[in-house]
């Protein structure tokens, strides 16, 4: 099965930026598409972007729209996600998974036997 690796993480002030990575165990293109999640303390998971695996086309959700992007390497099985303007409702554990292509544009994850160990982003000042 799948597995990924999160990382990138880490505590930034409002307004900062950081860069997350998702390095896949194997193809992703072998894969609908990828998604970011995350899940604040207290709430569910929620569906923050996620990309088609094969020609690269994108979503976000309403509350990082223009101010995240996200990308991948196919070569490197790896897909980013670059975090702008960071707000303290932005903290959460972010985690990477595939996603179920019925559900496209919205991103749902496929499984959830697919959620790893997650990346944390903190935004405080």
């Known amino acids: 099965q799948l597995q990924f690796v999160e990382s990138g993480g880490g505590s930034v002030q409002p307004g900062g930026s950081l860069r997350l990575s998702c390095a896949a165990s194997e193809f992703i293109v072998n894969y609908y598409g990828i998604g970011w999640f995350r899940q604040a303390p207290g709430k569910e998971h929620e569906g923050v972007s996620c990309?088609?695996?094969?020609?690269?086309?994108?979503s976000y959700a309403d509350s990082v729209e223009g101010r995240f992007t996200i990308s991948k390497d196919n070569a490197k099985n790896t897909v980013y996600l670059q975090m702008n303007s960071l707000k303290p409702e932005d903290t959460a554990v972010y985690y990477c998974?595939?996603?179920?292509?019925?559900?496209?544009?919205?991103?749902?994850?496929?499984?959830?036997?697919?959620w790893g160990q997650g990346t944390q982003v903190t935004v405080s000042s």
């Open positions: 998974a595939p996603v179920r292509p019925v559900n496209w544009p919205d991103c749902v994850i496929y499984d959830d036997d697919y």
């Open positions: 990309i088609r695996s094969s020609e690269g086309s994108t």
